[in-house]
């Protein structure tokens, strides 16, 4: 399936710059309401059981998938840029639980993601990235 993905990518980027402020969830889109539920399922719900992992290992998370620290941008207990396709930065920002609180994951986009592809698969872009971001913590 991330064929496919690159392969809508190329057909639908263009000159155009990617704009990465201000950060942009999902639901924001135009467009997005029937994706929400399943972008929240299988991006950012899929994040939570891993938060204190994610944590441990962010550093070689970014490192393998060429990201950089968020912190200062996005807040968080911790978080991190990823740029699994040229132009579409997704920004992972994370809670760890307490005592009144769960843990919590959230996946934003970069402003302008939308623009370099259609919706659907700019929710499976999230899902894939949350998905290699599990497999790299085996």
Do not use: W
């Amino acid at each position: 399936m991330p064929g496919v993905l690159i392969s809508l990518y190329l057909l639908n980027v263009g000159p155009e710059p990617s704009v990465l402020q201000p950060l942009k969830a999902f639901k924001d889109f135009p467009g997005s309401m029937p994706y929400i539920g399943a972008f929240a399922s299988y991006a950012e719900k899929i994040l939570v059981p891993y938060v204190e992992k994610i944590e441990e290992e962010q550093n070689r998370i970014m490192e393998y998938m060429q990201g950089k620290d968020a912190f200062e941008i996005a807040g968080g207990d911790f978080s991190f840029f990823l740029s699994p396709l040229p132009k579409t930065t997704l920004c992972y920002i994370f809670y760890r639980a307490d005592e009144d609180f769960s843990a919590s994951a959230t996946c934003l986009f970069s402003n302008n993601a939308h623009n370099f592809l259609p919706l659907d698969a700019l929710a499976d872009v999230g899902e894939y990235t949350s998905r290699k971001i599990i497999q790299l913590l085996a």
